[in-house]
Nanobody, 127 residues
Framework: QVLLVESGGGLVQPGGSLRLSCAASGGTLSRFAVGWFRQAPGKEREFVAAISRSGETSNYGDSVKGRFTISRDNTKNMVYLEMNSLKPEDTAVYYC????????????????????WGQGAQVTVSS
């Protein structure tokens, strides 16, 4: 059973940057499409970004396009979320999620499409 663990969250000022990491253990992450989601207090879980098994295909939520970048290093069993130009409204708990998929270019953009979740990392954007 693959386990996912997020790291890299914290407090950052508006306009700043953070990089979240998602580490996989207990299995080979290269078999999984991976997504990032976030949830702010009182709000529903929101799609942030997704990347295919091969890393060749990615997709982003409208609110983060042009500011966030998802990437992966299958040799290290890692997925990353680079977050730039952060805004207070980016404040949330960020979750890494994975699902085994057959096709190397396949991605999923809904939470229901994933079956393995990390515990979450808090990101707070505030001055």
């Amino acid at each position: 059973q693959v386990l996912l663990v997020e790291s890299g969250g914290g407090l950052v000022q508006p306009g700043g940057s953070l990089r979240l990491s998602c580490a996989a253990s207990g299995g080979t992450l290269s078999r999984f499409a991976v997504g990032w989601f976030r949830q702010a207090p009182g709000k529903e879980r929101e799609f942030v970004a997704a990347i295919s098994r091969s890393g060749e295909t990615s997709n982003y939520g409208d609110s983060v396009k042009g500011r966030f970048t998802i990437s992966r290093d299958n040799t290290k069993n890692m997925v990353y979320l680079e977050m730039n130009s952060l805004k207070p409204e980016d404040t949330a708990v960020y979750y890494c999620a994975g699902v085994g998929v057959r096709y190397a270019l396949q991605i999923r953009t809904t939470a229901s499409g994933y079956d393995v979740w990390g515990q979450g990392a808090q990101v707070t954007v505030s001055s």
